[in-house]
């Protein structure tokens, strides 16, 4: 019989079909929006020749061959995929090219908020249990906390961590301990609520959190086991009723 995790102190969350779905990724789009903002683009390169280029270096780089992404446990930043990008024709922008992510993502690929994660937000929040974001993303945490206050408006997490800022991907432990580090609180009482088995959940449960593995975004079939202690929900009503339970 599995022993009931600790009412937690702490709730992590992961960002991509956790608290958000996205939509149809279209990188030309989103280069076509902050090309708008270039103040030089002598070659009159377009979002449709940079996206190219782009998929191109990814595939050179095997950043996200499904075969092997999950390997990789660390990672590329937007800002200098960007920089190599734009020296290629010689775009150029009067501010730092983090600024450039969010107009970039929200144009290249719409979000909405996963079902009921609001209610559940605000439920965390009356009782009082704190909650962040550790999610692997090549974009910075400036623009990942822009992404959910704009799409999830009740957002307010105590931290936002982006893979981009701390050189490590889950499921590196590296990443894990800087995010217990930044709760305060002891493993046993922090619960990590993910969708992908390898990173979210095992990378969690290495760290000795509660591992939440949120099915209902699944996209992939794969025969998983969640380790002993750990937690599976369909919603986010279900999981605000084990936390009702626990002790």
């Not at 499904?66 to 010689?90: C, D, M, V």
């Not at 908020?113 to 009356?126: A, M, V």
Request: with cysteine; net charge negative; charged share 25%.
């Amino acid at each position: 019989m599995k022993e009931k995790p600790a009412k937690p102190s702490f709730v992590l969350f992961d960002y991509g079909q956790t608290l958000v779905t996205e939509g149809a990724y279209d990188g030309a789009k989103g280069y076509d929006v902050i090309l708008r903002l270039a103040t030089a683009n002598p070659n009159g390169v377009t979002g449709a020749q940079l996206q190219r280029d782009v998929e191109a270096l990814n595939r050179e780089l095997g950043r996200f061959d499904p075969a092997t992404r999950h390997k990789r446990l660390t990672e590329t930043p937007e800002a200098s995929i960007n920089r190599w990008l734009f020296a290629r024709y010689g775009v150029k922008f009067d501010c730092d090219l983090r600024e450039l992510e969010l107009p970039f993502w929200n144009a290249a690929n719409p979000c909405q908020p996963t079902e009921g994660i609001g209610g559940l937000l605000d439920f965390l929040k009356e009782e009082g249990i704190r909650t962040g974001v550790v999610s692997n993303l090549s974009f910075c945490g400036e623009a990942l906390r822009g992404r959910i206050e704009g799409c999830i408006p009740n957002a307010d997490f105590a931290f936002v961590m982006s893979s981009c800022d701390y050189l490590f991907r889950k499921p590196s432990r590296h990443i894990f301990e800087a995010a217990l580090a930044k709760t305060s609180v002891t493993a046993d009482r922090v619960w990590f609520c993910g969708d992908q088995f390898v990173p979210d959940i095992e990378g969690s449960s290495s760290a000795g959190m509660t591992a939440v593995w949120y099915k209902a975004c699944l996209r992939y079939d794969r025969e998983c086991r969640i380790a002993d202690g750990g937690i599976e929900i369909a919603d986010w009503k279900e999981l605000q009723e084990i936390i009702k339970s626990a002790k």
